[in-house]
């Protein structure tokens, strides 16, 4: 600890050239998903941008309000400190592998002996919106079994899917309200010891406060599905909302059960739209683009703005 305060300025240093270094990479990689943007925005699309930027804030809002019901018992702070809080988290886990780095950037805003829960709080926060993006990905499954008909054309087929994702999901929910059960399970089952940490961390909260982060982080979800829907019709591919709303659930699935590292993840999702569109008859290289795009906006930004609060906060 005493190393960490007598070289924090280095630190932090470093911490925020990496992260400006891997916006900029980023931002060069993508120099064509970013011309393509700004060509095809009109008066009519104009709306759409400011919406997306509107929902990208609304997106940190939630974000904040998990993050003060996560940290309301270890440390009384102010809606300020929360938000910088927040975007210190995004600044500091923008180049870091599963964006890992959050913890790092949030605990700072703690004092010094409550920054071992804080971490707890924020891993927390993680399984509730990994708990969403699992069951809404299974939701999407269901719609191109029996809305779209893309797979499993037999009804007993889709019978056993829909068996299969309620059982699943049905599973996932207790689990998630009876985390005690579940620890006990863990302890037991010796191929499930290494999860016994992480179902540990939320053994501290109600199920109450496990029942309200679990509704933000759905609302967050919510926010992610409209911000996609905007930049297909920004780019001018055709889609209907359903539809949209369920290829991107699978491929929010297939990131979430993925151990992607933030320098891919974009692409990947990217390749995931692509063959989803193919599969559906969707022809447009603006596939390719649509992540980096909400990318650029949900990310970059709240980064930007993170580093700078980052650099004014002791560690």
């Avoid at 927040?86 to 592998?97: A, N, Q, Y």
């Avoid at 940490?197 to 982060?213: H, K, W």
Wanted: proline share 2%; charged share 15%; glycine share 6%.
């Amino acid at each position: 600890m005493r190393f960490i305060q007598r070289n924090q300025f280095v630190i932090k240093l470093v911490i925020i050239v990496l992260s400006y270094g891997y916006i900029i990479y980023k931002l060069t990689i993508s120099k064509d998903a970013i011309a393509e943007l700004f060509h095809t925005v009109s008066d009519g699309v104009l709306f759409f941008m400011i919406l997306l930027f509107l929902l990208m804030t609304a997106n940190w809002l939630v974000e904040t309000a998990k993050w003060f019901l996560l940290t309301k018992s270890i440390e009384k702070q102010r809606f300020w400190s929360l938000f910088a809080a927040v975007l210190s988290g995004v600044g500091v886990s923008i180049f870091t592998p599963g964006r890992v780095g959050q913890f790092a950037g949030r605990i700072i805003f703690l004092k010094e002996e409550n920054r071992a829960k804080g971490i707890t709080a924020s891993i927390s926060g993680s399984v509730a919106q990994w708990f969403t993006t699992i069951i809404m990905g299974f939701l999407g499954l269901l719609y191109f079994a029996f809305i779209n008909e893309l797979f499993l054309h037999e009804i007993w087929q889709k019978n056993v899917l829909v068996i299969v994702v309620m059982v699943l999901i049905a599973v996932l929910f207790f689990g998630y309200l009876n985390i005690r059960i579940v620890d006990r399970l863990v302890q037991r089952v010796s191929f499930l010891n290494r999860f016994r940490a992480s179902v540990s961390l939320l053994r501290d909260y109600s199920r109450r406060n496990l029942l309200y982060v679990l509704l933000l982080s759905i609302i967050r979800y919510g926010i992610f599905m409209v911000q996609f829907y905007l930049v297909f019709n920004i780019l001018g591919i055709d889609i209907e909302a359903f539809t949209c709303f369920a290829i991107v659930s699978i491929m929010f699935l297939g990131t979430a059960i993925l151990p992607l590292t933030g320098a891919v993840e974009p692409g990947v999702k990217g390749s995931v739209l692509s063959i989803m569109g193919e599969m559906l008859m969707i022809k447009s290289t603006g596939l390719l683009l649509v992540p980096m795009i909400v990318w650029m906006i949900n990310l970059m930004i709240p980064a930007i703005i993170g580093n700078v609060l980052f650099s004014k906060t002791k560690i």
